[in-house]
Structure formats: structure tokens, C-alpha cells
């Protein structure tokens, strides 16, 4: 398919835009990058059989057979229920600028592949993991004291062409606890304030867990491979929220990272929206088409993935572009942007479709490159870890569950 393009994508500016359905743009003579000739062939490619209506003439490039967009998952047990998420009790943000950093955690190793692919600035107005936390109240040191916890999970995926076998997957976790400032006071002016002590459950999906080794403590003889027990060094704690208080004295709430975590994976079953994609480059045109499958068992519970955005820079001296779905040209980036809706077994076809350009090239062939994709999920994660609090003392005001995409790529 010729040299893959390596270097390093970046989000394109956004760009006013008709909405028809099939869309072409004009590209100035100077913004065309010089590419190197050479050939390039492609496999008559397969394709979902619930894709959109083409109109005749335009975005034919590509022959196409009929196939399974990837196999099914076997199982006998029913699905998960979805679990009602706690109440918040106050307007407050589990994310702050006071989050403190687990700079002890250890971190989890990245895989070969990662390193080939571009970071992706994240595209939410908020920070992954927020959520409203526990309420500026004033507390009583008989009062149950009230928390938060977040888990933000973040997948990577690498697919190659439209074989499942060769889909790459890694799956990573941060939990994250969010302490209203009034327990500040409480836990200073106690000489033994109560432990707080929790439990992970579901925890037979991770493959690593790895604490905040000063703040947290576990009990490595459990023999439980479905949950585990932790406790917090509770005078290390305190110190961390009276060091966060002192620098941000009018906070309201305070972050602690307690513990990343490594998911187990299978293959393109864990990913949860499936990808292949397709080049057919001659010397005049480029025919490219992205063929995306929602994936609602990959999830627990499953939910729509939100801001999908799909980027492909295409090289050769693009002059004009025509889409299906309408999508963006950024002439300075040489790269082609889409915007969907959100993506969920409500939506047409069940979340699968096709995306779909034709460019007219002045310099080609275009040499086939790595596309890009972004999303996100409030209320889900890969894992379906869960925590629930042990002993007495406190109470959980807000379990908040969030799902990003990481480096989320495909190849032909």
C-alpha cells in the first residue's frame, strides 16, 4: 500500500462548512504538499451490508464484498445491570487544580505500538474524570463524612486493514478520590480519625493493579480474584489534605489519585467502536472509505459514545474534496476532519456505517496513512470495577464513571 505516513496528527481548526450530503472544496495551489510517485493497489474491500445510499457517479472508487464487520462475542450469562449512579449532593467539580498528583503511583509501561501514534488534544471542556463532587458543608466529626470517587478508563486500539485478529488493544484506569475541605478539620483535630478502609469489585477483569504506594495499603494474601481490599494510611492523608488546603486555601473540595490499574483486553471485542479502513490512491485521485462498527458489549453498562471525530491526513496535492457524510478540509493541515453525531445502538443501523471521500489530487498518488478517533462515555468503563466502602464513618456521595478514547488508530 506504499510508505505509511508516521508523523505526529493534530487537530484541525474548525472550519464553517455546508451541511449537503455530499460536499466539495476548493484547495489552493499553494498549500499543496509534493509527494513522491510511486504505485499503489488495494484489495476489492469489504463492507458492512447497512452502509448509506451513494448518488451515482461520485464515491464509487472503492469495490466492495459483502462481510462481518468483526466476530461475534459467545456468552451464556445475561448482561450486567446498570448500576444507578449515587446523588451529588452539591454543585461542586471532582476536578480541580487541586487535585494532587500520584507522583508515587507507579506507571504502567506502554505497548510497542503506542509509541508510532500521535497524542490527541482532548477535545471535552472538562478534564476526564470530573464530575460534581461532595457539598463545602460544614461537617460534625459524628456525622457519617461524605466522598466521591471517580474512575476514568482510557483505551488505545491499533487496526490493521479488516483483519480483527491484528487489532491491538490496551486498556488503562485511574481512580480518583475527591474529599470535601470541612473533613480537613475533622481528621487534624482527631488524634485516631476512623480508617478509611474500601473495596474493588469486578477487579477479575484487571491484570495490574498498582496503589499510591503512601497513601494506600492492601492485603496481598487475599485470595479473592474478583475483589480486593484497601485501607488508607490515614496521617498520610491528612497531611496531603493539609498540604492541598494550604496552597488553596478557598477550595472547596480536594483530588487524590489513589491507584492506576491495567484492563485485560480481547482483542477488538473490547473496543467499543470497531474500525477498518480502506485506500485506493491512483495518480489523479484518492478513494477513501472508513468503515465503524458500535460495539455495546465491550461496555459496562453499555452507552453512546459522544464527539466522535475521525481525522485523515491525505497527501498528494489534494484540489478538491468530495464526502459522504459532509467533512471538513483543512488546507494547511492536509487532513480531512469528520464530526458525528453520537454513536449508540439507538443510532442508524445500530452505530454502524461508513465514511466516505474522494479527493483530486494535482500531485499523487496519495500514500495511505494513519487515520485517527476520538470519543468519549459518561457512566461507563471497560472494566466494570466498582468500589464500595467498608467499616463505618463515611458515606459515597457521587461514583462517577467516565470512558476516553486514548491513541485510537487505524491502518489499511
Known sequence: MGQKNESALSWMADHTMSPAAGHMQDVPHSNRPTTPL?????????????????PAGKLTGINEIARPFSPSMATNSS????????RAESSSSLSSNTSLSASNTPTIEDDVFVAKLPTFEKRCETPAGTSRGPSPITLASQDSLPIAVA????????FKGADPSKCIVKITGDMTLSFPSGIIKIFTSSLSPATLSFRLRNTSKLEQILPNQHLLHSDSSQNDTNSKDFWMNMPALTAYLRKASEQNPTSSYYNVDILKYQVCSNGIQSTPLNLA?????????T????????????????????SVQVLVPVSGGVTNMHSLPSAIWNPDQNK??????????????????????????????????????????????????EMELVGSGYRLSLNKKRLVSGRYMADC
Open 336 to 385: 480531512s476532519l469528520w464530526k458525528l453525531n453520537d454513536i449508540s445502538e439507538k443510532s442508524e443501523n445500530e452505530g454502524s456505517g461508513s465514511l466516505r471521500a474522494k479527493f483530486e489530487l494535482s500531485d499523487g498518488p496519495s500514500i495511505p496513512a494513519t487515520l485517527a478517533v476520538q470519543f468519549f462515555n459518561e457512566g461507563s468503563t471497560l472494566s466494570g470495577v
Open 79 to 86: 448482561p450486567l445491570p446498570t448500576a444507578p449512579l449515587a
Open 151 to 158: 474512575f476514568t478508563e482510557s483505551v488505545n486500539a491499533y
Open 287 to 306: 478513494d477513501l472509505r472508513v468503515d465503524y462498527h458500535y460495539n455495546p458489549e465491550a461496555m459496562q453498562p453499555p452507552g453512546p459514545l459522544c
Open 38 to 54: 510511486g504505485t499503489a493497489a488495494i484489495v476489492p474491500p469489504p463492507r458492512p451490508s447497512s452502509r448509506p445510499k451513494l
Open 277 to 285: 479502513v480502506y485506500w485506493k490512491c491512483a495518480q489523479s485521485i
